[in-house]
């Protein structure tokens, strides 16, 4: 049989290494869904139930392997939906290529049905690299682009291919003009590490620095060991951007946990009183809850010289990989002789984690969310994936999660979007079919888009060695988070017409999806909860009915923020006595009596 263009696309991916490809199937690709069929299914064709919900799980695939996500869709309005999950990849910078269909060549420019102008459209979330394809000969320098590019630069990339092409005869490139060839698919080469005079000037910094403070994100990830180094060298502190939560281990006792809106008191004290930062890897976007613009001598390491320095004025910048950059700052480093500010750092630590218990332990109606997630620190596997969803739920994965060592985690942290936990916690399985992985999810985000993938779960889950999939839903029939940022930066009352969901039963709904499932009314039922979602054979759903007054407050809230919520309580919000008391006695938490 002739090879066909599609099935050199696929021949190419498996060249690459591309073992899974997320999607879903419309006219515009059904020279590449043929090819699928021919290919015995390798690359496996994963079936989700939307294209936005595919591009999320190649983004999830891609946080959790380290590998190249790949999705694909039709033309039109499967190209379109692929769009939030594209740029959710653009703005955590994660390597996804999207492979997406479009109206024949002949028909181009005829309105034709479903012709959308994809160049355009894509031109913004793959601008690392676009291309329409419109001969074969194009295609090995095309694909092999688009992943080296998505690979290197961190970034989506798309590729177009009209749906005749895909089903005409594949001839590669010839030795002549206008002919483009491609090497092989091969190593990414790695980037390196600054000049001796750059880690020597860093160096004189860090040495210099009394109180340092270290700030990791995601790109810290890979470079847990020099990290600890660097800390227990300089005796600093170590705060984590969101998406670095996973970077350095919760249970470590220097390390202050989240940063910003959703973080914590002790990495709120160490930016405030620190006079050294060293910025690795993270591109937090919130310079008010960073040091005071000149309180803090500043150095940041990070692999992608267009995102340095543009948080905060630092002296020196490091461009390279972190684990190596590391790797020959750290003989640089004195050891630190006076050991206060780590000590001051380590008491400020263990005395918020017994803030979050007796936060989590108060009394709500039914259950506080925050005892949710801190009853799961109490059990989850050690070698557990967790993803979680944008709302209120965040804050709590923020701030109560205790992430231990070889334990992952992500959720759509730039971007903010709703809807991606339970897609990518579809990735993260077919990325480690061997591991636990649990989605903290709000019901807005799981009536959104969440329930319809439980059926996605359901159709795959026989292929994971490991069939433990949980997915917890915070049930409190409120788009909680935006009503919180109401109250708290507008002033205004909950409105009840735009943020009241309707209620539903999760746990009945993914029981007829073929999930087990547990309902939990009562804060003591948690515990057992969990251990059995944790244990159990199958997929498990979590239906834990929460309180939506218990409040995200930070504990640095400002006067202003404090000063709207109460004005919104006065002008009228639904509950106000209830909402009164739950935030009284969380904030009261902080300032009682401690073991610590």
Same mark, same amino acid.
């Given at each position: 049989?002739?090879?066909?263009?599609?099935?050199?696309?696929?021949?190419?991916?498996?060249?690459?290494?591309?073992?899974?490809?997320?999607?879903?199937?419309?006219?515009?690709?059904?020279?590449?869904?043929?090819?699928?069929?021919?290919?015995?299914?390798?690359?496996a064709f994963v079936q989700t139930r939307h294209e936005e919900m595919?591009?999320?799980?190649?983004?999830?695939?891609?946080?959790?392997?380290?590998?190249?996500?790949?999705?694909?869709?039709?033309?039109?309005?499967?190209?379109?939906?692929?769009?939030?999950?594209?740029?959710?990849?653009?703005?955590?910078?994660?390597?996804?290529?999207?492979?997406?269909?479009?109206?024949?060549?002949?028909?181009?420019?005829?309105?034709?049905?479903?012709?959308?102008?994809?160049?355009?459209?894509?031109?913004?979330?793959?601008?690392?690299?676009?291309?329409?394809?419109?001969?074969?000969?194009?295609?090995?320098?095309?694909?092999?682009?688009?992943?080296?590019?998505?690979?290197?630069?961190?970034?989506?990339?798309?590729?177009?291919?009209?749906?005749?092409?895909?089903?005409?005869?594949?001839?590669?490139?010839?030795?002549?003009?206008?002919?483009?060839?491609?090497?092989?698919?091969?190593?990414?080469?790695?980037?390196?590490?600054?000049?001796?005079?750059?880690?020597?000037?860093?160096?004189?910094?860090?040495?210099?620095?009394?109180?340092?403070?270290?700030?990791?994100?995601?790109?810290?990830?890979?470079?847990?060991?020099?990290?600890?180094?660097?800390?227990?060298?300089?005796?600093?502190?170590?705060?984590?951007?969101?998406?670095?939560?996973?970077?350095?281990?919760?249970?470590?006792?220097?390390?202050?946990?989240?940063?910003?809106?959703?973080?914590?008191?002790?990495?709120?004290?160490?930016?405030?009183?620190?006079? !050294? $930062?060293?910025?690795? *890897?993270?591109?937090? @976007? %919130?310079?008010?809850?960073?040091?005071?613009?000149?309180?803090? =001598?500043? +150095?940041?390491?990070?692999?992608?010289?267009?995102?340095?320095?543009?948080?905060?004025?630092?002296?020196?910048?490091?461009?390279?990989?972190?684990?190596?950059?590391?790797?020959?700052?750290?003989?640089?480093?004195?050891?630190?002789?006076?050991?206060?500010?780590?000590?001051?750092?380590?008491?400020?630590?263990?005395?918020?984690?017994?803030?979050?218990?007796?936060?989590?332990?108060?009394?709500?109606?039914?259950?506080?969310?925050?005892?949710?997630?801190?009853?799961?620190?109490?059990?989850?596997?050690?070698?557990?994936?967790?993803?979680?969803?944008?709302?209120?739920?965040?804050?709590?994965?923020?701030?109560?999660?205790?992430?231990?060592?070889?334990?992952?985690?992500?959720?759509?942290? !730039? $971007?903010?979007?709703? *809807?991606?936990?339970? @897609? %990518?916690?579809?990735?993260?399985?077919?990325?480690?079919?061997? =591991?636990? +992985?649990?989605?903290?999810?709000?019901?807005?985000?799981?009536?959104?888009?969440?329930?319809?993938?439980?059926?996605?779960?359901?159709?795959?889950?026989?292929q994971w060695p490991d069939p433990r999939l949980v997915v917890c839903?915070?049930?409190?029939?409120?788009?909680?988070?935006?009503?919180?940022?109401?109250?708290?930066?507008?002033?205004?009352?909950?409105?009840?017409?735009?943020?009241?969901?309707?209620?539903?039963?999760?746990?009945?709904?993914?029981?007829?999806?073929?999930?087990?499932?547990?309902?939990?009314?009562?804060?003591?039922?948690?515990?057992?909860?969990?251990?059995?979602?944790?244990?159990?054979?199958?997929?498990?759903?979590?239906?834990?009915?929460?309180?939506?007054?218990?409040?995200?407050?930070?504990?640095?809230?400002?006067?202003?923020?404090?000063?709207?919520?109460?004005?919104?309580?006065?002008?009228?919000?639904?509950?106000?006595?209830?909402?009164?008391?739950?935030?009284?006695?969380?904030?009261?938490?902080?300032?009682?009596?401690?073991?610590?």
């Open positions: 049989m002739t090879r066909q263009v599609s099935d050199f696309v696929l021949e190419r991916l498996r060249d690459w290494g591309v073992r899974h490809v997320f999607g879903y199937p419309g006219d515009g690709i059904n020279g590449l869904v043929a090819a699928f069929g021919r290919a015995d299914n390798d690359p595919a591009a999320f799980a190649a983004v999830g695939y891609a946080k959790f392997s380290e590998h190249v996500g790949v999705c694909v869709a039709t033309s039109g309005p499967g190209a379109i939906h692929l769009l939030n999950g594209l740029y959710d990849a653009k703005l955590d910078h994660v390597p996804v290529v999207a492979i997406v269909g479009q109206t024949a060549r002949s028909a181009m420019g005829g309105s034709y049905q479903q012709e959308v102008d994809l160049q355009s459209l894509y031109k913004d979330v793959a601008s690392a690299y676009l291309v329409e394809v419109n001969v074969a000969a194009q295609l090995p320098n095309a694909l092999d682009r688009a992943i080296r590019v998505a690979v290197t630069r961190h970034a989506p990339t798309a590729v177009i291919i009209p749906a005749d092409l895909q089903e005409e005869p594949y001839e590669a490139p010839s030795h002549e003009f206008r002919q483009v060839p491609s090497s092989p698919p091969d190593a990414m080469p790695s980037i390196t590490f600054p000049p001796s005079r750059q880690l020597e000037q860093a160096a004189d910094i860090l040495n210099a620095g009394s109180r340092v403070a270290i700030l990791i994100g995601h790109g810290a990830r890979t470079a847990q060991e020099q990290v600890r180094a660097v800390a227990d060298r300089t005796g600093a502190g170590v705060a984590k951007a969101l998406l670095g939560k996973d970077s350095l281990p919760d249970d470590l006792p220097y390390v202050t946990g989240s940063i910003g809106l959703l973080g914590t008191r002790p990495s709120y004290e160490l930016m405030r009183d620190c006079d !050294t $930062l060293l910025i690795i *890897g993270s591109n937090f @976007p %919130y310079s008010q809850f960073l040091p005071e613009f000149g309180q803090a =001598r500043a +150095v940041q390491i990070d692999h992608d010289p267009t995102m340095i320095g543009l948080r905060y004025p630092t002296e020196v910048n490091l461009v390279g990989d972190a684990a190596e950059t590391l790797n020959r700052l750290i003989p640089m480093l004195e050891p630190k002789q006076d050991r206060s500010w780590r000590e001051a750092v380590e008491k400020n630590v263990a005395r918020w984690w017994e803030t979050i218990e007796r936060q989590a332990k108060l009394d709500a109606d039914p259950v506080n969310p925050m005892r949710v997630v801190w009853e799961l620190s109490q059990r989850i596997p050690l070698d557990a994936i967790v993803t979680a969803d944008s709302g209120s739920s965040t804050n709590w994965y923020a701030r109560c999660l205790c992430m231990s060592a070889g334990m992952r985690g992500s959720l759509s942290g !730039t $971007l903010a979007t709703m *809807g991606p936990a339970v @897609p %990518y916690a579809v990735g993260a399985k077919f990325a480690h079919p061997n =591991r636990p +992985v649990v989605a903290l999810v709000g019901d807005g985000a799981m009536q959104m888009n969440g329930l319809t993938e439980l059926l996605t779960v359901t159709r795959y889950h026989d839903v915070f049930h409190n029939n409120d788009l909680n988070q935006v009503t919180w940022e109401l109250r708290a930066m507008g002033s205004a009352p909950k409105f009840e017409e735009s943020q009241s969901l309707p209620d539903m039963s999760y746990a009945d709904a993914a029981r007829c999806f073929g999930w087990d499932t547990v309902a939990v009314d009562d804060p003591e039922e948690l515990a057992g909860a969990w251990d059995t979602a944790l244990s159990a054979p199958r997929p498990t759903l979590l239906d834990v009915r929460c309180d939506p007054e218990v409040p995200p407050i930070p504990p640095h809230a400002t006067y202003d923020q404090i000063k709207a919520t109460g004005e919104a309580v006065l002008r009228g919000d639904p509950d106000a006595w209830h909402l009164i008391v739950q935030g009284a006695k969380t904030k009261a938490q902080e300032f009682l009596p401690h073991h610590a």
